[in-house]
């Protein structure tokens, strides 16, 4: 039986739980489970936000583990090797994207909080090629951040060949911004933080921003019209995208990587005229997730992480809701 804990409808307290796994499939993996990050994704699907939760509802994306035991089929991971889990836990590997490396976006991935049990647990399971080794060099403690809202942040940077040197802009230094921050520094970009807190200014250049602009200043973001190769927003809110992308260079592009739910309203001239786009992407594949831990590990980029143990989830989870983390959450076995 594997321990966990479970919420039992939409919103609800994280409870005692226990579950049978069933036999160990022969390309699966278990792993024992040292800590797990908590993610805005845990709170939305905790919420149903998205529809499609199921519950008891275990949440946890954001797993380091030991392996503690592995299918027959399975080669490229060893028992008693620490490794990685993050947003999908399964792909088809027969699909277009999956046998091309875009596992992230195959159709058919399953979430490994949709469909199937979480992290916030004392084991976890999961197809052998969805879980990564960690690299000497990566702190084990603080790397479950890595593996939702570090990967989400440093994907971008691959799959659109962002350049060393290019004018790189963050929206919300939070959770995902101050990783991307990090990332973008030590990419060799030039990194500006968009911020309306005043008190996140010191941090965000401390963490790898050269300069800060206030975000809630129209006159600010008018100043800074053109300027622009590559902004990324974390934010899951809406704000005025046209002022945003005023500030794109020719050819520049707006990339989401933060769900905002509602539609964006983006006038389409200054797109043409500038042939700026408009773009969003997911996690990362397991190759891409592989070459930033690599990265991470050469740069010593560590998410601000605060620590709870696994019998806190609920105070964890209620500090994440108020906004209140800084900058992520992890749980502790």
Same mark, same amino acid.
Not at 65 to 80: A, C, E, H, L, P
Not at 208 to 228: I, K
Not at 238 to 252: E, R, S
């Given at each position: 039986m594997i321990k966990a804990y479970a919420a039992m409808a939409p919103g609800a307290k994280f409870e005692a739980f226990e579950y049978d796994p069933g036999p160990l499939g022969k390309n699966e993996v278990e792993l024992d489970v040292e800590s797990c990050g908590i993610c805005h994704s845990d709170l939305s699907m905790l919420d149903n936000d998205w529809g499609f939760t199921q519950y008891?509802?275990?949440?946890?994306?954001?797993?380091?583990? !030991?392996?503690?035991?592995?299918?027959?089929?399975?080669?490229?991971? &060893?028992?008693?090797?620490?490794?990685?889990?993050?947003?999908?836990?399964?792909?088809?590997?027969?699909?277009? %994207?999956?046998?091309?490396?875009?596992? =992230?976006?195959?159709?058919?991935?399953?979430? %490994?909080?949709g469909g199937r049990h979480g992290g916030f647990a004392d084991k976890v399971r999961a197809q052998a090629n969805s879980v990564v080794a960690l690299p000497e060099g990566v702190n084990p403690d603080s790397a479950g951040p890595l593996f939702c809202g570090g990967i989400t942040v440093f994907n971008p940077l691959v799959q659109f060949d962002v350049q060393p040197t290019s004018k790189v802009a963050v929206i919300g230094i939070g959770g995902l911004g101050h990783m991307a921050l990090q990332f973008l520094n030590a990419w060799g970009c030039d990194v500006t933080a968009f %911020?309306?807190? /005043?008190?996140?200014?010191?941090?965000?250049?401390?963490?790898?921003?050269?300069?800060?602009?206030?975000?809630?200043?129209?006159? /600010? *973001? /008018?100043?800074?019209?053109?300027?622009?190769?590559?902004? !990324?927003?974390?934010? =899951?809110?809406?704000?005025?995208?046209?002022?945003?992308?005023?500030? *794109?260079?020719? &050819?520049?592009?707006?990339?989401f990587v933060g769900a905002t739910l509602e539609p964006l309203d983006i006038g389409v001239f200054p797109l043409i005229m500038g042939q700026r786009s408009v773009s969003g992407s997911p996690v990362g594949s397991p190759t891409t997730i592989k070459k930033m831990l690599d990265f991470t590990a050469l740069h010593g980029i560590e998410p601000v992480t605060e620590y709870f143990s696994f019998a806190q989830v609920n105070e964890a989870v209620e500090k994440l809701r108020q906004g209140k983390a800084?900058?992520?959450?992890?749980?502790?076995n």
């Open positions: 008891p509802f275990v949440a946890g994306h954001e797993v380091i583990g !030991i392996v503690n035991s592995v299918g027959s089929d399975v080669t490229q991971v &060893k028992v008693g090797q620490r490794v990685g889990l993050g947003w999908h836990s399964a792909y088809c590997n027969t699909c277009n %994207t999956c046998q091309s490396g875009d596992h =992230n976006l195959c159709a058919t991935a399953q979430p %490994t909080i %911020t309306s807190s /005043e008190s996140k200014k010191a941090e965000a250049l401390k963490m790898g921003a050269h300069h800060t602009l206030n975000s809630s200043s129209a006159s /600010e *973001l /008018e100043a800074a019209a053109g300027r622009f190769d590559f902004i !990324i927003s974390t934010v =899951n809110v809406k704000l005025d995208w046209n002022a945003y992308v005023g500030t *794109l260079a020719p &050819k520049g592009r707006l990339h800084h900058y992520r959450i992890v749980l502790k």
